[in-house]
Nanobody
């Protein structure tokens, strides 16, 4: 079992920045890849970024590439999503998740989920 607890999010103006955090716990969490997904009202949940605990590779959706950065701190069991140059279309509920393969962009293939946090970008 893996537990994921998120923090961060909120309201920001377009062009601003926010950072989300996700603390993982449980016996096997380090064997999972970690990803961020987001879901806007009326839309499908979509992949944002992913990373493993054990290597340097990161994966991004084209819509956030160059603006968002996923990173991890193994000493704190924490994954971060630094969101820069935010746009109104980034407004969504953001959720961290744990799955088997960071290249997998299908949300239903991920096994564990954080509680979700609202990010609202005003124009």
């Amino acid at each position: 079992q893996v537990q994921l607890v998120q923090s961060g999010g909120g309201l920001v103006q377009a062009g601003g920045s926010l950072r989300l955090s996700c603390v993982a716990s449980g016996r096997t969490f380090s064997s999972y890849a970690m990803a961020w997904f987001r879901q806007a009202p009326g839309q499908e949940r979509e992949f944002v970024a992913a990373i493993r605990w054990t290597d340097i590779w990161t994966y991004y959706a084209d819509s956030v590439k160059g603006r968002f950065i996923i990173s991890r701190d193994n000493t704190k069991n924490t994954v971060y999503l630094q969101m820069n140059s935010l746009k109104p279309e980034d407004t969504a509920v953001y959720s961290c998740s744990a799955g088997r393969d960071p290249r997998d962009r299908l949300w239903h293939n991920y096994d564990y989920w954080g509680q979700g946090t609202q990010v609202t970008v005003s124009s």
